[in-house]
């Protein structure tokens, strides 16, 4: 009786190659292949370079990917910790304002993150959405963060711009609500108050005003902790978008948290155009004259100018000079063009002869104090640095001008208006300054999710290839 | 010569001398003429790039890669082959013809890795251990996959010894 180790030696004669098997060559005296003539240690080196090659592919595809994703995972690593606020941290003044990144945090994330150097607005982007043009805030640090401001008032066309403190402490901005009657206009959101962000605390804090139809946002001024919000209160409007109201103002004492609504527009001044003086403001109110205003209210009137400034005038912090851009035709007419700029005496009941201050350089060449007329952005003061140097807005950003020399340096360069215009906290011209680099957030952290899945696509793709050419 | 001219003279030497023993092996496993050459082919293919590591014994190596490669091959291919347990009709010219070819087509009708059991344990005369390093599976494994190829075998061909059958090294 046979086993089955036996049957399966007698099946095993039938093998190919065995003699007298059916339709096989003689195999056993040559190292052919039967697909074709090309020896078989041939065919086992191409298929070992292959093979090195393969793996040669593959290490070089994770070493790339890998690397990828390390850099990304340090770049977000790195922009990740915005530093919690510091309520003592003192002002400091970047030599270069950036457009805040895209990706770059939100305050809802990172909490807050200190007083504020300046406002920027920015594009936003989410992981699963674009958030549209927004403001984001930049700490003395350096850091970006873009401000969660609770409901913002935005769609107004000529809306007012949320407002820096001039210690940046505070961000002001006018508050959305729902009216109590019929809304005025009908569309965009609707303007019931107004709140401020407390940069150091995070916390919002909401001044409403009753209103039926809704608020016109006038204009926001910081008088130093005090906030004046001047609004108009509709009582009416057509549908051909005409509308009648009374002008008010609403005084809040962020100190002390006083509030007062509806302050009768004639017995408060009108601020417009008013510039940080200390804890007081500057307005500039008739052909030549202008006045310092107080939180309360209170009115002094400046000394008396020789020439007409064109819409705003700045107080040397000391109080010993005053600088306006002349208005070119003395007629404080609406044009955007500026005349030169103008430093007088402020000593005395009438301020000393104004004297035209030329930079340097355009002295140098052959420029004309007399004949100098100039676009709304092209040397228009916006501050003093200190009694002797003025800060002036040139097509870069923000320059030093020194008013006895006329020499001029950069102070800081500032990016293009996105959705607001850049925007510096006032003493912050005053802080000293330091070479800012550029913010993060830039990146689109959805790429480690598109790299790891084309790192699981290549490798699976990679493992099939492999599997198809092993013999 | 140099290294790789003697490597290859090594290899040509190897092949010459045991590719009809390799044949033996891999016509079980497969069952077919053209298949057991592939296969023999491929193992030997595979190889050539090991082969300065394994030229001193070279014959355990490329019998691992021609039973793993029966299995694995089996898979690749199962979705592109019809298989089926009826083998055609041929003509027998006598009674041990005909003893191989119910043997043929009961191999035939296990599975891949159950036949390279049935192959290694009882042609190539490897243990349980051996069969299960050769095939990269648990001895565990190995004994239950011979349980149940040796079941169906005995099934499909009675005229086997059971006392056979059923034993095991």
Redesign the interface.
Do not use: H, N
């Given at each position: 009786?046979?086993?089955?180790?036996d049957?399966?030696?007698?099946?095993?004669?039938?093998?190919?190659?065995?003699p007298g098997?059916p339709?096989?060559p003689d195999?056993?005296?040559?190292?052919v292949?039967?697909?074709g003539e090309e020896?078989?240690?041939l065919?086992?080196?191409r298929?070992?370079r292959r093979?090195q090659a393969a793996t040669a592919l593959v290490a070089a595809v994770l070493v790339l990917v890998i690397g990828s994703l390390t850099t990304l995972v340090v770049g977000a690593v790195d922009r990740e910790p915005v530093p919690p606020a510091d309520a003592d941290a003192a002002l400091t003044l970047p030599d270069e304002l950036y457009l805040a990144g895209p990706w770059s945090p939100g305050t809802e994330d990172t909490g807050p993150i200190g007083p504020l150097v300046a406002l920027v607005g920015a594009e936003r982007r989410s992981f699963w959405s674009y958030a549209g043009i927004q403001v984001a805030g930049v700490s003395t640090a350096g850091d970006y963060a873009f401000l969660d401001l609770e409901d913002r008032a935005v769609s107004a066309a000529f809306g007012t711009e949320p407002q820096l403190s001039p210690d940046g402490r505070w961000v002001a901005y006018p508050l959305s609500g729902t009216p109590t009657g019929e809304p005025c206009p009908a569309q965009g959101d609707k303007v019931t108050g107004v709140a401020v962000y407390d940069t150091v605390s995070g916390e919002t804090t909401r001044a409403p005003v009753a209103t039926t139809r809704g608020l016109d946002d006038q204009r926001l001024v910081w008088i130093g902790d005090t906030l004046v919000f001047t609004y108009g209160q509709y009582e009416s409007c057509k549908q051909d978008g005409s509308s009648r109201g009374r002008l008010a103002h609403l005084r809040w004492d962020l100190s002390t948290g006083d509030i007062d609504v509806g302050l009768d527009y004639r017995t408060f001044p009108d601020l417009y155009g008013a510039t940080p003086y200390g804890d007081r403001v500057v307005v500039a109110t008739g052909r030549r004259s202008f006045e310092v205003v107080a939180a309360d209210g209170a009115v002094e009137p400046g000394p008396r100018l020789d020439v007409t400034p064109k819409q705003q005038v700045f107080i040397s912090p000391g109080g010993a000079r005053v600088a306006a851009n002349e208005d070119p035709d003395g007629a404080r007419t609406a044009t955007d063009s500026l005349g030169p700029v103008v430093v007088a005496d402020a000593t005395g009941r009438k301020a000393g002869t104004a004297r035209r201050v030329l930079r340097e350089d355009a002295r140098q060449e052959g420029q004309s104090a007399d004949a100098t007329s100039r676009s709304s952005t092209t040397d228009a003061v916006v501050g003093w640095r200190d009694d002797e140097t003025l800060v002036i807005r040139d097509d870069r950003g923000y320059a030093t001008l020194e008013v006895s020399t006329g020499r001029s340096e950069s102070l800081v360069r500032l990016p293009p208006a996105y959705g607001i215009q850049p925007q510096v906290a006032a003493d912050a011209l005053r802080a000293p300054g330091f070479a800012a680099p550029p913010p993060g957030g830039q990146g689109d952290p959805r790429r480690m999710v598109w790299l790891g899945g084309g790192l699981i696509v290549l490798l699976a793709g990679a493992a099939f290839w492999r599997?198809r050419v092993?013999? | 010569m140099s290294g790789s001219d003697a490597q290859r003279a090594d290899f040509e030497e190897f092949v010459r001398a045991r590719r009809r023993a390799l044949l033996r092996t891999a016509y079980l496993l497969t069952g077919q003429h053209a298949d057991a050459e592939d296969l023999v082919q491929t193992a030997l293919i595979k190889a050539v790039p090991h082969w300065r590591k394994i030229s001193d014994n070279p014959e355990p190596y490329v019998r691992r890669i021609l039973a793993r490669e029966s299995v694995s091959r089996w898979r690749r291919r199962r979705w592109r082959e019809i298989s089926s347990d009826d083998l055609p009709d041929v003509a027998l010219r006598d009674p041990d013809v005909a003893q191989r070819e119910d043997l043929r087509g009961a191999l035939a009708g296990l599975a891949p890795r159950q036949r390279a059991v049935i192959v290694l344990r009882y042609f190539e005369d490897l243990s349980e251990a051996e069969t299960a390093d050769v095939l990269g599976i648990a001895v565990g494994t190995v004994k239950s996959q011979a349980r149940d190829a040796l079941r169906v075998l005995r099934e499909r061909l009675p005229a086997l010894r059971d006392e056979l059958l059923t034993s095991g090294r």
């Open positions: 009786m046979t086993t089955l180790r049957r399966l030696g007698q099946l095993a004669d039938d093998a190919p190659g065995a098997a339709g096989t195999a056993a005296d040559a190292d292949s039967r697909r020896s078989l240690w065919q086992g080196r298929l070992q093979r599997s092993r013999l | -």
